[in-house]
């Protein structure tokens, strides 16, 4: 009838539509950021500078806060800068996994021509 959603006390209304997309708003700032480092544009240093101000300031400020917009913008400003910090691990482990395969191709290579009989 009226929804199954009760509203939290203390809750403003635009603190209840971050906390309905903070989720949406942290996935689409870290594919942004993400792509800011694929494209040299933001160095690894300034991207986990930005992590640990991020989580410093969720930790400090947005955890006891009593707006829970401050409490909101924290959160995704912290998560997003997080998952920033998985894009260049990702590639590491991805430059990691190709140099591997390259290799045993040539290892399997070498193998097959010094044992190939003329």
């Keep these: 009838m009226f929804g199954t959603h009760a ?3 203390g809750s403003s209304r635009s603190g209840r539509w971050l906390r309905e997309r903070r989720l949406r708003l942290t996935l689409w ?3 942004a950021e993400g ?3 694929l494209f040299h544009a933001l160095h690894w240093w300034a991207a986990v500078a930005l992590a640990v101000i991020a989580v410093g300031f969720w930790w400090f400020a947005g955890r006891s806060s009593r707006s829970d917009v401050v409490r909101n913008v924290a959160w995704v400003f912290a998560a997003s800068q997080l998952l920033v910090l998985c894009v260049p691990i990702a590639l590491g482990l991805l430059k990691a996994v190709a140099i591997a395969v390259i290799a045993l191709i040539a290892i399997a290579a070498l193998i ?3 044992t190939e009989r003329p």
């Design 7 to 9: 509203i939290e006390h």
């Design 29 to 31: 700032l870290a594919a």
């Design 35 to 37: 792509l800011l480092y």
């Design 112 to 114: 097959f021509l010094f």
